[in-house]
C-alpha cells in the first residue's frame, strides 16, 4: 500500500513535500518519515478514518501500541522502542503541519509522549582490532590494486576523523586538503566541519589519488571515492569494504562503519581528549549525545578495577 489520492494520502503527501521544500528534509530523512507516515496511513485506514481532521488523541495512543505489537497479518514485527519513538516524531510533525494548514482544530498528538528508550551504550573495537581491519583492507604491495587503494584510504578516513559513511562518501577531491593535513565534512543538516587528518589516512588517501583513482576515473568526476565504473562510490558498497576487511581480519562479530566512529570517539577519550573537542569533531549539536562515550570508558574503567584491584570484591 502506497500514498493514494484519498484525503488522508493527499495530507500525508502535502507534510512531506512541505518537509522537502520547505524545511530542505535530507533524502534519508524523507525516505524515513514516509515509511512512518505509510504506516500511519494504514493504522488510519484500518479504523476507517479517512482525515486528519478526525483522528482523536486516542487514535494516537492506540497507534503506538500497534506498534508495540506488531501485525502478523502484515508480517510485520513489533517496534523496539527508539523505532516507536522514531515514528511518533514522524506522526507529531504530521498533525503539527495539518493544524497549521487548517486540515485539523486541534493538535491531537501534542500531548503524546514517546517510550523512553533504554540508553545502549555504542559499540567499539580495541585498537589491534581496527588496525586489523585497516591492514586487511588492503593497499600498497604485491598485491595493489586501484581498488584496495581506495578501500585502504576509505578505511583510513572513517577511523582516523571519525566521519559518517554519509560524509566520507560525499567527499570531494577539493574536500581534502593534504597541506593543511584535514577534511571538510558535511553532516547533518549540511552543517560543515573541518576535522584533522592522521599522517596514515593522508599517506593512504596519497597513494590512492595518485596509483588508484586514476585508474577507476573514465570522465571527470569530484568525488573522492570512486567504484569501478567511475561513479561515486554508494554508502551500500563502502559499507560492503568495512564487512569484507572484518571478516579477513579475522573478526567474529558485527562491524558497521558507526563501530569505527565510536571507536574513534572512545579511544579520543581514553586518550585523554576533552568531551567538548570530541563533540566538535564528531559533529554533534549537543554535547549530551557526545557523553555517552564517556560511559563506555568509565565501564572499561570499571572492568580493570574489578579485575586488578585486590580489594574490588
Same mark, same amino acid.
Given at each position: 500500500?502506497?500514498?493514494?489520492?484519498?484525503?488522508?494520502?493527499?495530507?500525508?503527501?502535502?507534510?512531506?513535500?512541505?518537509?522537502?521544500?520547505?524545511?530542505? &528534509?535530507?533524502?534519508?530523512?524523507?525516505?524515513?518519515?514516509?515509511?512512518?507516515?505509510?504506516?500511519?496511513?494504514?493504522?488510519?485506514?484500518?479504523?476507517?478514518?479517512?482525515?486528519?481532521?478526525?483522528?482523536?488523541?486516542?487514535?494516537?495512543?492506540?497507534?503506538?501500541?500497534?506498534?508495540?505489537?506488531?501485525?502478523?497479518?502484515?508480517?510485520?514485527?513489533?517496534?523496539?522502542?527508539?523505532?516507536?519513538?522514531?515514528?511518533?516524531?514522524?506522526?507529531?510533525?504530521?498533525?503539527?503541519?495539518?493544524?497549521?494548514?487548517?486540515?485539523?482544530?486541534?493538535?491531537?498528538?501534542?500531548?503524546?509522549?514517546?517510550?523512553? &528508550?533504554?540508553?545502549?551504550?555504542?559499540?567499539?573495537?580495541?585498537?589491534?582490532?581496527?588496525?586489523?581491519?585497516?591492514?586487511?583492507?588492503?593497499?600498497?604491495?604485491?598485491?595493489?590494486?586501484?581498488?584496495?587503494?581506495?578501500?585502504?584510504?576509505?578505511?583510513?578516513?572513517?577511523?582516523?576523523?571519525?566521519?559518517?559513511?554519509?560524509?566520507?562518501?560525499?567527499?570531494?577531491?577539493?574536500?581534502?586538503?593534504?597541506?593543511?593535513?584535514?577534511? +571538510?565534512?558535511?553532516?547533518?543538516?549540511?552543517?560543515?566541519?573541518?576535522?584533522?587528518?592522521?599522517?596514515?589516512?593522508?599517506?593512504?588517501?596519497?597513494?590512492?589519488?595518485?596509483?588508484?583513482?586514476?585508474?577507476?576515473?573514465?570522465?571527470?568526476?569530484?568525488? +573522492?571515492?570512486?567504484?569501478?565504473?567511475?561513479?561515486?562510490?554508494?554508502?551500500?558498497?563502502?559499507?560492503?569494504?568495512?564487512?569484507?576487511?572484518?571478516?579477513?581480519?579475522?573478526?567474529?562479530? &558485527?562491524?558497521?562503519?558507526?563501530?569505527?566512529?565510536?571507536?574513534?570517539?572512545?579511544?579520543?577519550?581514553?586518550?585523554?581528549?576533552?568531551?567538548?573537542?570530541?563533540?566538535?569533531?564528531?559533529?554533534?549539536?549537543?554535547?549530551?549525545?557526545?557523553?555517552?562515550?564517556?560511559?563506555?570508558?568509565?565501564?572499561?574503567?570499571?572492568?580493570?578495577?574489578?579485575?586488578?584491584?585486590?580489594?574490588?570484591?
Amino acid at each position: 500500500m502506497e500514498l493514494d489520492d484519498t484525503t488522508l494520502g493527499d495530507q500525508i503527501r502535502r507534510y512531506l513535500d512541505h518537509l522537502a521544500v520547505e524545511r530542505g &528534509a535530507a533524502p534519508n530523512t524523507l525516505s524515513s518519515y514516509g515509511r512512518d507516515l505509510l504506516r500511519y496511513q494504514r493504522y488510519l485506514v484500518s479504523r476507517q478514518i479517512g482525515d486528519l481532521g478526525d483522528v482523536a488523541e486516542e487514535d494516537v495512543r492506540e497507534f503506538l501500541v500497534a506498534l508495540r505489537r506488531g501485525d502478523p497479518d502484515r508480517d510485520e514485527k513489533p517496534l523496539a522502542d527508539s523505532s516507536v519513538a522514531r515514528t511518533l516524531v514522524a506522526t507529531r510533525g504530521l498533525h503539527k503541519f495539518a493544524v497549521a494548514e487548517s486540515m485539523a482544530a486541534t493538535d491531537v498528538a501534542h500531548a503524546v509522549r514517546p517510550p523512553k &528508550a533504554a540508553r545502549r551504550l555504542p559499540k567499539s573495537l580495541p585498537v589491534d582490532e581496527v588496525i586489523a581491519i585497516l591492514e586487511a583492507a588492503g593497499g600498497s604491495g604485491p598485491s595493489e590494486t586501484p581498488r584496495t587503494l581506495r578501500d585502504r584510504a576509505l578505511m583510513e578516513l572513517l577511523y582516523s576523523c571519525g566521519a559518517r559513511i554519509s560524509e566520507a562518501v560525499s567527499l570531494d577531491i577539493e574536500d581534502v586538503t593534504s597541506e593543511t593535513g584535514a577534511v +571538510l565534512l558535511r553532516g547533518k543538516g549540511g552543517k560543515e566541519r573541518l576535522v584533522p587528518v592522521g599522517g596514515p589516512a593522508l599517506e593512504a588517501l596519497d597513494a590512492y589519488l595518485v596509483r588508484g583513482r586514476p585508474a577507476l576515473v573514465s570522465k571527470f568526476n569530484p568525488a +573522492l571515492f570512486l567504484n569501478s565504473r567511475g561513479g561515486r562510490l554508494s554508502r551500500q558498497s563502502a559499507w560492503q569494504v568495512l564487512a569484507d576487511s572484518a571478516q579477513r581480519a579475522g573478526l567474529d562479530k &558485527a562491524v558497521s562503519p558507526h563501530t569505527l566512529r565510536h571507536s574513534f570517539a572512545t579511544h579520543l577519550l581514553d586518550g585523554g581528549a576533552d568531551v567538548r573537542v570530541v563533540q566538535e569533531l564528531l559533529g554533534h549539536a549537543s554535547v549530551t549525545t557526545t557523553q555517552v562515550y564517556t560511559l563506555v570508558t568509565v565501564s572499561a574503567m570499571r572492568e580493570v578495577y574489578a579485575t586488578a584491584h585486590p580489594r574490588a570484591r
